[in-house]
């Protein structure tokens, strides 16, 4: 019987190493894709459209949310961010596993609009080791980590609005776990 297709979100805190597990489950999953985002800010150097991102104008992005066309979409720092609707539900249909890599309030919209979806939170050992891992990044002042904790802590409050918490406390564990869950989510019908 071949599995058939999932939507999934891995979310958590900043620095918890979503990024990590993201990039080590679909490189373990050779029917996984990650779905590309829409935003509104400019391209970067580098950046090509339909591949980083779908670069819209504000008023197109508008009109998708108004057309009910995203699954989730936030502002972050005055630019709008969205999972688009058509790739990601035409992805699963298609039997693939659609990875989201979102924060925690873009998980809670997409478990909003598809009841299918496997949420994932990613959950550091201890908050600690969270702060530890930020400060040892190095690449934001004390003012940037505070936000960044205050942050995790009301995401972490949230945890329980998930299907599954995996903390990350050895990344191969950590990796196993979520794939796992994903192989269960997969065999039911």
Request: proline letters at 5%; one cysteine or more.
């Amino acid at each position: 019987m071949t599995p058939h297709g999932l939507l999934v979100v891995i979310a958590g805190p900043s620095g918890v190493g979503k990024g990590t597990v993201h990039a080590r489950v679909r490189a373990a999953l050779p029917d996984a894709v990650l779905s590309v985002s829409a935003t509104t800010r400019p391209a970067r150097p580098g950046e090509a459209d339909g591949v980083h991102y779908h670069f819209v104008d504000r008023s197109r992005f508008e009109a998708m949310v108004a057309a009910d066309d995203l699954l989730e979409w936030a502002e972050y720092a005055g630019n709008l961010y969205g999972t688009p609707r058509g790739p990601a539900e035409a992805a699963v249909a298609g039997g693939k596993v659609v990875v989201l890599d979102i924060e925690v309030q873009g998980a809670l919209q997409v478990r909003a609009h598809s009841t299918g979806a496997l949420l994932v939170f990613l959950a550091p050992p201890s908050f600690a080791e969270l702060e530890r891992r930020l400060r040892s990044r190095g690449t934001e002042d004390d003012v940037a980590v505070a936000a960044r904790l205050d942050a995790a802590r009301r995401e972490l409050a949230q945890s329980d609005l998930f299907d599954v918490v995996v903390v990350n406390d050895d990344l191969d564990r950590c990796v196993a776990e979520v794939l796992d869950r994903i192989a269960t989510a997969r065999a039911v019908v």
